[in-house]
């Protein structure tokens, strides 16, 4: 296995020397993203099931009422929260979330929260009470970058979220009152660095192969960022990751907001 | 449980026009998961439910290891947006019972001696859970074995039967599961047609018993011929697809 | 040992063959049953001592003033618990409760709830008040059967316990206002399948020479049935245990509610 | 601690009749259990007690294995409904500080280096609380232990004293405790009157500490007899058994 | 290393034996002690980094207003926690407090409680508000006697410790209304025996080589004992460590005071 | 973040007088600690922080190791008393997602492959917190591991940049950080000018992020002279010493 592994790495790398992937997409190619909204509707309040090549992330909104944060009494609260599923890859396991789950949660919390993407004010009930969004990301099947087709999900089922009816102190389960107000769609693009080149939406091998990676996520503005891996990032290919995460996340943008 | 002054059948219907021996829509499919050894999606009314394999694989500690055969292990989640009322993270105590009586059944089929010393890892995720997600995560489980490859006796097969305001039926979706007087899912060794996962709660006399216990056992039978369906035309696929 | 386990399996299922069990019991036979009420009863609101054969199991129940659930606001609450505590076997560890100790709880709790047995509706105390009825199942000793004896020793500490006063939303502990409202006494019988026979009430050796189990609650109707063990069980084996278990059953209530 | 307002003492007598130097009754039981290779149960006052003995047995990870001696593990534990307000499940840092100190006193008895790599494990559990537990958890293990057969060089025997209304007095039970001053459990070595357990909180002077020292050394002097008897008895118990 | 900690151990009862410390020290002398009050005073309520020798504790106090213990309605909350960091040792451990930590939390939150150094009845709001006072001690180098330096660092620092302005149902943070009321100095002393000789102030070779320790924490009265290790202490060998217990503490309590 | 309206700054200078591209007060002292086999403190602005560094040393458990490298392990702690408000215990999701970005950064110069199957366990424990602590505990874990003899291939450096009332400005103190519109921490090995931690959150545009990413690697080839002052001054201490 760790031979294996070894020799799939050397192999991608030698390939990327000479221009190329193993499954022969562009540098600049994302694979093929499927967005399925509402996929589990008949519960959740909002949810999307992303397949992002082989990579299956599925991601619901729960709501729920609750106390605001002291220091913004009169908003609502967003918490994101990540598991990475054993059945997704023989190397996750049961249990709490671990680091590599934590950092996808929070990756993904920092583009939504930094971009103003919810209408946080808009969540106020009343005086000690506000509307708290529940977005849960369960990635079903990892074959790379997990980050992005997280972050994709997450949106998207927070475009599809209802809001719950809310009447006498309690939630009517089932009846809703209108959506979730949401204002811009933060995209997070993922590019890993091998061999001196920047590639953009990395297969698992690549993955393995990677020296770097950086997530940038963008609306208008870069709203978050990212490096992952032990190896090192130059400026220009900092740069350069950046230009192509605001050409990608305006496709895939698109995608998200759906015809 | 036990609550028997509502409606939930009128005109000898149920809440959602099923008769009571009826089963609600059934639709499985093979190998959805690319990274698992064997995976299985299955739907099931409202529920939605993955099953995916992993193993044999090698055991850790070490001082687990069983020499005489593999270890298999099922873990039943609940995704926290499967119910309306969001679920907190990880197991909770039903979980942990429904792991282990899943566990004990698909234990009874597969040849696990043929694996000593390892393990194999059956995971099965309800994303969208609406009454007799045991049994439906059951059904996905054995299809995922196999998925897998991993040889086995026969399959397992599951499904529920239940009381309903003084009626058995068969398969309760979710208002009949609350409001019901009894829930009874039963896992069946088809070719045998032998129990390997019962379970019970509510009140049934001995002769509403065996009548429940048919039914369940019949429903399971039905949805053992799903599963086969399922498992053959994913063969036929990849067959036509070379 | 784990050979030792496997002679002992053979032994067990060969004496089984010849119509025998190692303590020479009919298989339609328990061991003896002793019930000692008010075991702890100085400080617990409940308690009793249940001695099955060797295995041994102490159940102690507390009252405390709490929150109803939301969706039956004038009802009170029961928990049951269940520790295997470390001293019981030596296969028993430290720590929460394991995947053993949650079957014992839960199938305990299931015969107790859907038996009706605590009349929950009197342990309304007023809006948002009511009692919570903690069910705490301490195994000492695993010589086979917890399940039973288990359960045995709940319904036994249920029937003895007292109400503590409850005087300007304060409990005074140590004086009481009556006896638990209890309406019937559930009962667990597990029976065991051994090459083809069905044995009631277990021992341990026997539970390790088991196919399958088969757990029976019974008051005037079955309760709750839990099936045990990674064997199968026919039709005619599960109702001869039905059978069985009616009869037993009311032969154990006498005990349990004593002259 | 500390508030002295309130009458324990009257007429020279404690709350429960007893003289300042008196111990509430106590009953030991040794072979209580099945499965454990030794036990003990104590009843103190309205304490009850047992406590069950493993080992040596394979310590799990090997990395703590100790190629010198074995580890003796013991564990302390309140049962939930042992005191008057449920106590939740688990171990709270009251337990694992006695369990700590109960290791380190029966450590300095049990000959440990006669089964290298090892564990020995002694459990405690408290089925009915009153003031002076891990006295009597110690008591219990130690007559435990011999019940075992595990080679001692002596017995552990424990008893507390402390300050009551001013006065130094013997065994507190529970109301004392919460009221009274002092509390100050002692465990010994009897052979040669040595302390293995010695914990106190409250307030003391130089002379009092001496004095509820010395009575507590004699109320476990005290205990160690009743100790050995319940041991000889049990012991005959057998051979007249047989 | 277990072959060189068996030798140290030997080496260290030698010295002893011919009435040496390695250090040089005399049986009766503390290690040099530094104590630097406020160390963490940008945050922090209270706090207080102590040197003895190169064993390091840094102790802060927080103060937050919550609800009183039920049986003392008019009195703050006090609670000691001890984190044994893993910088300070390679045998600590990341993870929740073990066993030794709890040991010197507890042993240190018993000394301040008894002698009722904190006027806790000062601490009372309101009914059902009170002041609670978190004592975290942080070990950060441990070579010997983490008790003394983790009991004397929590003292200096609750006397070094500033009450919350405290107005509208709010704390103010970063503004006070005085001091927290403090009535005396326990200070806690640690023998250690060694080949049947007391030594005070063990370093951390001389507590591998110990037979048993005991802590006495001392005011004008003793407020709290421990006994540690696995080997036994005689009458006269308490005494005398209870003797110098208190004469170090009278000096000890001076330093903690201050000029 | 992105509340504009509060002024952090007046007359070009900053809250605590601070110019736009100026450092907060930095001292760094190295091997303050006796137990750990290299450690640093460094004081930044009203941060406090220590880092120390264990091994390489044995692995556990076993199937963890690695044989072609040494494993690097940073762990970020805040202690309780470090914020205002205090912190409760134990690693929370942000101290995980710290430890995770630091242990990459680090690995990056560490020559992990001198020791295979091994661990190099780094700790970075924040005394007192006031916005920067990464690049605190960054700065000052380079420190020791260097202290520790570890063989680097260079140091780590590190620093923030930000936007503040639409400034681009360096090294974000806790008011700017809090009220401030974006935080920019960067880590870089100094001798390739490369980055090897980088984090943001909050509103930049491309050509903002330009121009505060090369402040703050400005800012950190400043912090990385401090870093060689601190260490060469004590090899000389050590020289003098003897």
């Known amino acids: 296995m760790e031979i294996e592994a070894c020799l799939r790495k050397d192999y991608i790398t030698n390939l990327v020397r000479e221009g190329k992937r193993l499954d022969g997409r562009r540098f600049d190619e994302y694979r093929n993203i499927e967005i399925e909204k509402n996929y589990v509707g008949e519960k959740a309040c909002g949810s999307a099931l992303v397949r992002l090549g082989e990579t299956k992330v599925l991601v619901g909104v729960s709501l729920n009422v609750g106390e605001p944060y002291p220091d913004a009494p009169e908003e609502g609260v967003m918490t994101v929260s990540a598991e990475l599923r054993p059945m997704a890859s023989p190397s996750f396991e049961a249990g709490p979330p671990g680091e590599e789950a934590i950092e996808v949660a929070r990756v993904v919390d920092r583009g939504i929260r930094e971009s ?3 209408e946080m004010e808009k969540l106020f009930i ?7 969004v529940f977005v849960d990301i369960h990635v079903l099947d990892q074959e790379g970058n997990m980050i992005d087709a997280s972050g994709i999900a997450s949106i998207a ?13 309690q939630i009517i389960r089932g009846e809703w009152s209108g959506k979730l107000p949401i204002s811009c769609v933060p995209v997070p693009c993922t590019s890993v660095k091998i061999d001196d080149s920047i590639l953009i939406d990395p297969s698992l091998d ?9 997530t940038v996520v963008t609306t208008d503005t870069i709203n978050a960022m990212q490096k992952g891996g032990q190896g090192a990032l130059k400026e220009d290919e900092i740069l350069s990751a950046i230009d192509l995460s605001f050409d990608k996340g305006n496709e895939i943008r698109k995608l998200i907001q759906g015809p | 449980m036990a609550k028997e002054d509502i409606e939930l059948i009128k005109n000898g219907k149920r809440l959602d026009g099923r008769k009571f ?24 009314g409202k529920n939605k439910v993955i099953a995916a394999v992993y193993g044999p694989r090698e055991l ?12 298999l292990r099922c873990i039943y989640n609940l995704a926290p947006f499967s119910v309306e009322d969001r679920k907190r993270p990880g197991p909770d105590r039903r979980s942990v019972e429904i792991s282990k009586v899943s566990s004990d059944a698909l234990s009874s089929v597969v040849m696990l001696e043929k694996y000593p010393n390892t393990v194999i890892d ?5 994303l969208q859970a609406d009454a007799g997600t045991r049994c439906a995560g059951l059904n996905a489980a054995s299809v995922a074995l196999a998925d897998a490859g991993i040889p086995m006796r026969d399959i397992v097969s599951s499904c529920a039967a239940g009381k309903v305001n003084g009626e058995i039926v068969l398969d309760l979706m979710k208002e009949e599961d609350n409001l019901g007087e009894c829930d009874l899912p039963v896992a069946i060794i088809p070719r045998k047609k032998e129990v390997v996962l019962l379970q019970m709660d509510g009140k049934l006399t001995r002769e509403e ?9 019949d429903g399971a039978m039905r949805v053992y011929k799903m599963q086969k369906e399922a498992l053959i035309s994913s063969v036929n696929d990849v067959i036509i697809g070379e």
């Open chain 1, 116 to 118: 103003g993407a919810i």
């Open chain 1, 126 to 132: 009343e005086e000690g009470k506000v509307w708290i």
């Open chain 1, 157 to 169: 089922a927070l475009l599809n979220t209802r809001m719950p009816r809310y009447e006498d102190d």
């Open chain 1, 206 to 214: 690549e993955e393995y192969a990677m020296d770097a990676r950086l």
């Open chain 2, 21 to 44: 021996d009826e089963l609600r829509e059934i639709k499985i499919e093979v190998g959805v998961l690319s990274r698992a050894m064997g995976s299985a999606y299955i739907e099931w």
């Open chain 2, 60 to 71: 850790h500690p070490k001082y687990l290891r069983d020499p005489r055969r593999a270890h």
């Open chain 2, 122 to 126: 059956i995971f099965i995720e309800i």
């Open chain 2, 209 to 217: 018993f065996k009548k429940a216990y048919e039914l369940a056992v």
